[in-house]
Every structure is written in structure tokens, then in C-alpha cells.
């Protein structure tokens, strides 16, 4: 496989191959990243469609600042093309108050990654949006509020709240599966 630096040289220098290549090489990368906001599939392949658009239109802007630069650029594109159809579709949703601290860290290491996914995807668009942009994204509650429009507490809110329930999924994963 070519280098980021390769494909992007490729890139700008109008290779007609150079945008098949990137696009197979990153689109299920960046389709994760959109089914993690976006729990409809359809509605994800179009904002992932939406992003390659923003991606190759703006390639000439981007700063190559080493490997994995060119990957983690994508996909913050993703991530802010599918946080902003669920602020324009009206999907995301808030709460003021602050639930208690979950009582314990949910041992996620025997529970398959599809199936962590799958969790994520079922918490409700407001959990799943904080939840995402926290762990995945790394970002910090000031940082998410200042985006998604909403208080700091919301966000924190929002994030203790998706950590239940999906502690509250795990174990009922693992009894199933006769882990417990």
C-alpha cells in the first residue's frame, strides 16, 4: 500500500486513479465514523459521500504533517459532516441534570467490537453524539458543549448517562453469552 504522502501527491497532482485509491482505502474507515453518530445506514453512506466531496474539494488546503495526518483530517470531515445533519435534522437532544456516577467500569475485553458498536449505535442521538466525540474524538466537555450548542453539564450529562446504559448493555451481553 502507498503512503498517505504518496496518495496525496497522487492527489494533487491530478492523478485520476488517486481518488478511486483513497476512496477505497478510507471509505469504511470514514463509514465507521459516520455510523457511530448516525444509527441509520442510508443516512450515513449519503454523509460519507458528503465528506469524500468535502475531502476532494479541499485536498489542495490540507496540511501533510505526517503519516496518519491525512486519515485522522478525513475523519474529523466525517465526524463534522454527521454532526451536522444531526443538528439539522433537529436529532439531537439534551438534558440538564447530572445522574449519579456509575458504580463500576464495565469489563468490556471478552465483548466483541461489532457488538460495542452495536451498543453505541442504540443509545439515543444525544447520548451517542457526546459519547462519541469523548472517547472516540477525545474532546473535552467545554470543547463538545462549544460545538453542539449546549451547556458544559449537559455534555457531561449526556456522557455519564450513555456510560449506564451501556454498562447496563454489556452485562446483559455477557449474561446471555454465559460470561457472568
Keep these: 500500500?502507498?503512503?498517505?504522502?504518496?496518495?496525496?501527491?497522487?492527489?494533487?497532482?491530478?492523478?485520476?486513479?488517486?481518488?478511486?485509491?483513497?476512496?477505497?482505502?478510507?471509505?469504511?474507515?470514514?463509514?465507521a465514523v459516520c455510523m457511530r453518530y448516525l444509527s441509520d445506514r442510508y443516512l450515513a453512506q449519503d454523509v460519507l459521500h458528503d465528506s469524500f466531496v468535502k475531502i476532494l474539494t479541499s485536498i489542495g488546503r490540507f496540511e501533510y504533517r505526517?503519516?496518519?495526518?491525512?486519515?485522522?483530517?478525513?475523519?474529523?470531515?466525517a465526524a463534522n459532516e454527521s454532526l451536522t445533519v444531526l443538528r439539522r435534522n433537529g436529532r439531537f437532544e439534551t438534558v440538564d441534570n447530572i445522574p449519579e456516577?456509575?458504580?463500576?467500569?464495565?469489563?468490556?475485553?471478552q465483548v466483541p467490537m461489532n457488538e460495542m458498536m452495536?451498543?453505541?449505535?442504540?443509545l439515543p442521538t444525544g447520548y451517542r453524539t457526546v459519547f462519541n466525540m469523548f472517547v472516540f474524538e477525545e474532546r473535552s466537555h467545554k470543547s463538545i458543549a462549544l460545538e453542539l450548542g449546549i451547556k458544559e453539564d449537559s455534555s457531561a450529562s449526556q456522557f455519564l448517562r450513555a456510560k449506564k446504559i451501556l454498562a447496563k448493555?454489556?452485562?446483559?451481553?455477557k449474561h446471555q453469552q454465559g460470561m457472568t
Design 101 to 109: 456516577e456509575t458504580d463500576e467500569e464495565p469489563d468490556i475485553d
Design 169 to 173: 448493555k454489556i452485562k446483559e451481553y
Design 1 to 31: 500500500m502507498e503512503s498517505e504522502e504518496q496518495l496525496l501527491k497522487s492527489l494533487t497532482q491530478g492523478v485520476p486513479s488517486a481518488r478511486r485509491r483513497l476512496y477505497d482505502h478510507y471509505a469504511g474507515c470514514l463509514m
Design 66 to 77: 505526517g503519516e496518519g495526518s491525512l486519515k485522522a483530517w478525513m475523519m474529523r470531515i
Design 118 to 122: 452495536r451498543m453505541i449505535g442504540e
